[in-house]
Every structure is written in structure tokens, then in C-alpha cells.
């Protein structure tokens, strides 16, 4: 068999789909050898145990659902082996083998096997095949995120999963949750119900809003950890906590209940918790162990964006209480970057969103040790518009389109910031003018996919034609599941 079609659709002409040349992110290694397919039949089974038993009942459940094949998992038989080899010392490196014998997934950890099972996925075109070839791929940066807010406007836990599903095709792993904002609260808090149960009960334009109950919230956290991504709680403080000061009006600085708030326009930063009330630090403390208790990766965002009502040095006072909080609770910090502000320690993580290319704070900061995920609001802003014509999306950063996304170099962006010192980067998906789940994925997609080549991909692969080539592949994936995307003009898609 030496030309493949993609499972969702077929394709003439030597530009063939859905195989090793259009692979996104792009690996380190890859080589085809056309004609070395392996045929997926009837009997087909996954070899997998131990350790790399759950990543391949995952893909057995693919198989399933494309084929219709029982595709039994196995500890002892099966034609698509995945193995675990302690020798391979980076834990997200994969190495894929696809023969007309079979295939051969190893890695040094089931996170390793989960990236190479999204690399295999991309290689299953109809009749059922793997293309034939080999990978050897590894991630450039240990931090692949997207930030979904889900304060501005609620998505439901079904939505969650549908979003974790999108971005963990293209090894995002990393998914910072915006549980709380002005505009509503969206986690269960025990100690203080009022949180969810009035604070959550808003969003912008008034909608029912909702909130996560602890066990759901669990729940979304155990789901996202199966597929290698790790939720990123963020409770944003001092500010953008008017929700919070609905439901209990003695952590504001007035003492009284604010009105609900439903809008965005321009009043960002208007909102603060009482920086000089005891009663604040309880509050902090208890949400902060809460969230914690919650969340088994080892970070908290704490915000600390906008603080424009909090005074400084109520703001230095604030951070100084609050820091050693979250490591009592066994917690690492990141916060946007106005947190440089307090001059935390080098555990602390700054999220960089400006649009400079240098940035004082941010160079002292690294100097001290400290590394820094990257957010430029002009390149990586999911919630800007891609041209004037997108119906919904901000644009006070800029129009940002597929190669905007694609076109910067995070090792070389920021002065005084070295590659070494980039833990990742990570595109925020800001949600006030998002009116459905739709939406949300119509800014996704595709620059999640620029996004994650970005992070994941060498930079000596980075190639804006080649990646403008195979993202073209991907059009009929998406249509297929259903997926809202955005047809950018930049993309000779695929039909
Ligand atoms: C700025 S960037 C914000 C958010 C808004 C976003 C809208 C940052 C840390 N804060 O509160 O949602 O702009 O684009």
C-alpha cells in the first residue's frame, strides 16, 4: 500500500494525508517508509501492561471507535506493542517504530507513551493503516499550556473534557483553569459555600453561570492527569475578586455587597479583597488548602494581574502573608507577572503577558533563578481576533493570526531570558465575549495547534510553510469531530 487515505476523506494526487508527513507538532525524527504500512484488521490487538496499561486502553478505545474492531488490550499479545524502558531518561520521550509487523511505542514513562499514541493517531488513515516510518521526538519545553477562563463565562464539565480532548491531540500539557474573576466564582469551597453557591451564580451578560462542585472538579483534574495534562488551578487575588465580595462582603475593603458584576468593558482591576482584615487571610488560607487538597500537580496561580484598586504596599503586605500559604500547603506559585512586583522567591513563576520584548523585572527575576512561562498577549492571546471580521475575540493586543502564533521565537524573546530559563509558554483563552462552548473552540483552533509546535517542536524543525502544509491535514480531523475551527486564509485547506 503506498499511498494512504486519511480516515476522513479521500485524497488524489501524491499529496498524501494522514501520514508521517504531516505530522503537528513536528517531531524531532521522523522517516517515512512508504509502503511499510501496517494494515489495522479484525484481530488486531494492543500489547500493553503495568504502567502502560492505561495509556493503551486509551488507544484501543480509539481504535474501537474508528474501526468498530474489538482491539483487546493485552499484557502478553498484540500486534501494536507499548512499552515502558526505564533507560529513556526524559520522561516525555517517545520512540515509534511502524512496520507491516506491527508497531513498536516505547518510552520511559506512560506520559511518553500518551504523546506517542497522539503521533501514532495521526498516522491512522482508511483502510485502516498505520503509515509506515519512524519517530524519535521529544518536547522542547516542559510547559505547554492553554488557560481556559472559565469565570467570564461557564463551561460545563462535559465542555471541559471535550477542550482537554482538542489540546491534548497536540501534546498541550498543561491546562491553567481561571476558576475565579469579577464576574463569578467557579469552585465549590466547603468552608465557605457562599463562594460557589452566590459568586458563582453570575457571568458576563448575565447568564445562570455555575460552578464545579469539589467532586467534579476531581473529576476534570483525573480525566485531564490520564490524557499527560495537568490542571493549573488559578485563584486570582487581591483583585478581580468582586464575585467573592458578592458572597461575603466583609473581604472587601467597604465592608458591603457589592452588585453582582456582568459586564467586561473597560473595568478591569476595580475590584479588591481588604488587605488590612484578618478575616481576608482566613479566607485566603482556607481556599488556598482547599485547592491544594484538590490538586495533584504541584502548582497554585495565585493571579496577582490588575490589582489597580489594592494600594501597593497593601499589595507587597498582602503577597508577603500569602506566599508562605500556599507552600504550606505544598504548593509551588505562579502568578501573572505584576507578582515580580513583591520580589518573590526563585520558586515563584512568573507568566509573562506583556507585549515588550524586554522587561526589567522579568530579567531580574531569572537572574535570581527563577523561571518564567511566556504569554505575549500580541502572539499567544486565544481571545484576540484573528482579523476584524472574527465575530467575537478582542483585539486590544492585535489581531492575531495562525502565524502570528507560529512566528516568534520563545528562547530568544525576552532580553535577559535564555531558553533555559523558559519553562514553557502557554496561551490564555480569556472568555468575555464568548456566548457558548463553540466559541471557545472557534479561537482555539487552530492556533492551539501553532501554539504546540512552538512548544513542543525543536526550533531547528520550525518551518512556517512546512507547518502551514500539514496544519492543512488536520481541517478534515477537526470537521470530522465536529470541531468549530477557524478557516484561516492562511491555510490551503484541506476539504
Ligand atoms: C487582561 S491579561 C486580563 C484579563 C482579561 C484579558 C482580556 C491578564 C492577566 N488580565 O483579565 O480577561 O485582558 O483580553
Not at 511505542?105 to 501514532?120: I, K, M, S
Amino acid at each position: 500500500m503506498g499511498k494512504l487515505r486519511c480516515r476522513f476523506g479521500e485524497f488524489a494526487g501524491d499529496d498524501t494525508l494522514g501520514g508521517m508527513d504531516h505530522l503537528v507538532p513536528v517531531p524531532v525524527e521522523v522517516r517515512a517508509v512508504p509502503g511499510d504500512d501496517f494494515a489495522v484488521t479484525a484481530g488486531v490487538g494492543v500489547r500493553a501492561g503495568g504502567a502502560a496499561a492505561a495509556v493503551g486502553e486509551l488507544l484501543a478505545e480509539v481504535l474501537r471507535d474508528a474501526t468498530g474492531f474489538a482491539v483487546p488490550v493485552d499484557e502478553a499479545r498484540g500486534a501494536i506493542a507499548l512499552t515502558i524502558d526505564d533507560g529513556i531518561g526524559h520522561p516525555e520521550e517517545y520512540r515509534l517504530a511502524v512496520t507491516r509487523d506491527g508497531v513498536a511505542l516505547t518510552a520511559g514513562t506512560a506520559r511518553g507513551l500518551f504523546a506517542g499514541v497522539q503521533t501514532l493517531r495521526q498516522l491512522l488513515g482508511e483502510p485502516w493503516a498505520f503509515a509506515g516510518g519512524v519517530v524519535r521526538d521529544r518536547p522542547r519545553f516542559a510547559h505547554r499550556g492553554v488557560m481556559l477562563d472559565v469565570a467570564r463565562h461557564f463551561f460545563t464539565v462535559a465542555e471541559v473534557r471535550r477542550f482537554i480532548d482538542g489540546i491534548s491531540r497536540y501534546k498541550i500539557n498543561v491546562l491553567h483553569l481561571h476558576l475565579t474573576d469579577d464576574q463569578g466564582w467557579r469552585i465549590e469551597i466547603e468552608r465557605w459555600p457562599r463562594l460557589a453557591a452566590v459568586g458563582g451564580a453570575t457571568q458576563v451578560g448575565g447568564g445562570p453561570g455555575g460552578f464545579y462542585t469539589q467532586r467534579e472538579y476531581r473529576e476534570l483534574v483525573d480525566y485531564a492527569a490520564a490524557r499527560n495534562v495537568t490542571v493549573i488551578p488559578e485563584i486570582d487575588l487581591p483583585g478581580h475578586v468582586n464575585a467573592a465580595l458578592v458572597a461575603y462582603p466583609e473581604l472587601g475593603p467597604a465592608g458591603v455587597a457589592p452588585a453582582p458584576f456582568t459586564r467586561h468593558g473597560n473595568a478591569k482591576g476595580f475590584s479588591s479583597l481588604a488587605i488590612d482584615q484578618e478575616v481576608t487571610y482566613r479566607f485566603v488560607d482556607d481556599v488556598l488548602r482547599e485547592v491544594a487538597a484538590l490538586t495533584p500537580g504541584p502548582y497554585l496561580h495565585l493571579g496577582t494581574d490588575e490589582t489597580h484598586a489594592t494600594p501597593e504596599d497593601g499589595f507587597l503586605a498582602f503577597l508577603a502573608r500569602v506566599l508562605p500559604m500556599a507552600s504550606q500547603h505544598g504548593k509551588a506559585v505562579i502568578g501573572w507577572h505584576e507578582i515580580l512586583r513583591a520580589t518573590p522567591p526563585a520558586s515563584v513563576i512568573p507568566q509573562y503577558w506583556g507585549r515588550d520584548s524586554s522587561d526589567e523585572r522579568m530579567a531580574a527575576a531569572v537572574a535570581r533563578g527563577s523561571r518564567v512561562v511566556l504569554s505575549p498577549a500580541h502572539k499567544v492571546y486565544l481571545d484576540m481576533k484573528y482579523d476584524p471580521g472574527t465575530p467575537i475575540g478582542f483585539d486590544w493586543a492585535a489581531f492575531i493570526e495562525v502565524a502570528d502564533v507560529y512566528d516568534w521565537d520563545p528562547g530568544t524573546y525576552l532580553a535577559g531570558v535564555p531558553e533555559a530559563a523558559v519553562h514553557g509558554i502557554e496561551g490564555p483563552l480569556w472568555s468575555e465575549t464568548l456566548r457558548s462552548y463553540r466559541d471557545a473552540e472557534y479561537l482555539a483552533f487552530p492556533r492551539v495547534a501553532a501554539l504546540a509546535e512552538l512548544a513542543w517542536s525543536p526550533r531547528a524543525k520550525h518551518d512556517w510553510p512546512d507547518f502551514a502544509r500539514r496544519l492543512a491535514a488536520h481541517g478534515p480531523r477537526w470537521t470530522a469531530e465536529g470541531v468549530n475551527f477557524h478557516r484561516s486564509p492562511q491555510i490551503a485547506w484541506v476539504d
